[in-house]
């Protein structure tokens, strides 16, 4: 969504091939055709799979639900739901999956967990999401806690992602909901009237880290709501960045992975090929350059805690909200609230 590249790809559908021809296509993310991501499937078919590229998820489910054919797709956890709600999916055969008994199990949910009838979605790429800020002129008492959000001191110098997903996961913590996937109506409406405060303080909705980094760099924006990527980019580029993910409250993980499309014309083989290339060690240094985390947790661990510190991706002993699948319900009654939040009602 970016390291979430997916706020950054065309909204036209373009379609890579690779240098032969391909036996499987995967519906993705601009930026995730790198082969260093799928290095054994590479290996064991001499190319990598065709790509075609989406600008974001409700783009990409609508281009599916039209007819458009496709073998795997790339999609977060917070659509997972409405993706399986409409059928387009089939279930994963887990037997097939070399890392499943590897997967992070604070990633999975219950989609994956042991005994589950059918796995539609199986998570690959994860990342943090916390308080991104300018070390110098920010001292860390402030953002001990997210209501910094509501200090009127740093009004019209704070961001927000203009990403409901995220914006959820921040008001939640902030109003003491951890788990937003059995969120009760009262949790749902403390949340809003959270935002609805914090709006107030927002110079803007940030859509892409590059639009984050300049805001910071710029000075324009001292505190911010930041995937983990901001950290090492900031670092590179000589920033004071602070990356705050153990607030009194906690921070948030989001998650995306890949599911399996069901009338997909392509090879079934190639597309566990593809899944488990992306879960396996080999792919687990390039991940993390690109500012991600891997869904494979003994990969990860052999990385070492410094590594995963850097990246923003390290242990933490306070609270965190996982970005889980919800009820399309929620998903919606979440996004007309947030359009109304940014309207400013």
């Known amino acids: 969504m970016t390291i979430r590249t997916r706020l950054l790809g ?11 021809q391909a ?31 989406f600008g974001d998820e409700d783009e990409a489910f609508q281009k599916l639900i039209s007819g458009f ?59 943090s999401t916390a308080i991104a800020y300018n070390a110098e002129q920010v001292p860390a008492e402030d953002v001990a806690s997210l209501n910094v959000f509501l200090n009127p001191a740093y009004a019209g110098r704070m961001t927000i992602p203009d990403n409901v997903d995220d914006a959820f996961a921040l008001a939640y913590l902030a109003t003491g909901t951890t788990d ?14 959270w935002l609805r405060q ?18 910071l760099a710029s000075g324009e924006v001292l505190v911010s709501w930041a995937w983990n ?22 921070s948030s993980l989001w998650l995306c992975g890949y599911v399996n499309l069901k009338d997909g014309e392509g090879s079934e083989d190639e597309a566990y090929d593809f899944l488990n290339a992306m879960l396996d060690p ?23 805690e410094e590594a995963l510190v850097a990246s923003g991706l390290g242990q933490i002993s306070v609270p965190v909200l996982a970005q889980l699948p919800m009820s399309n319900e929620q998903r919606e009654k979440q996004n007309e609230a947030f359009e109304r939040v940014k309207a400013g009602f």
């Open 10 to 20: 065309a909204a036209a559908l373009l379609v890579v091939p690779a240098a032969a």
């Open 23 to 53: 036996d499987l296509l995967v519906f993705d993310y601009s930026g995730f055709e790198d082969p260093a991501f799928h290095t054994t499937f590479t290996e064991k078919h001499g190319r990598s799979p065709d790509f075609a590229f």
């Open 69 to 127: 054919r496709a073998d795997v797709s790339h999609v977060c956890a917070g659509s997972v739901t409405k993706w399986v709600e409409s059928g387009i999916l089939e279930a994963w055969d887990t037997t097939k999956i070399t890392a499943f008994n590897d997967l992070d199990r604070n990633l999975v949910g219950q989609d994956i967990t042991a005994g589950a009838a059918n796995v539609y979605f199986v998570p690959t790429d994860f990342g």
């Open 180 to 193: 937003w996937t059995n969120a009760t109506d009262a949790q749902f409406d403390a949340a809003v009237d």
């Open 198 to 215: 914090a709006h107030g303080n927002m110079r803007t909705y940030w859509t892409d880290p590059a639009e984050l980094a300049q805001l």
């Open 229 to 250: 990527e901001t950290l090492p980019t900031m670092v590179e580029e000589g920033f004071p960045i602070g990356f705050q993910r153990e607030t009194t409250e906690g």
């Open 282 to 304: 080999s792919s687990t240094d390039a991940l993390l350059d690109a500012g991600y985390g891997q869904a494979n947790a003994a990969a990860m661990a052999a990385k070492g």
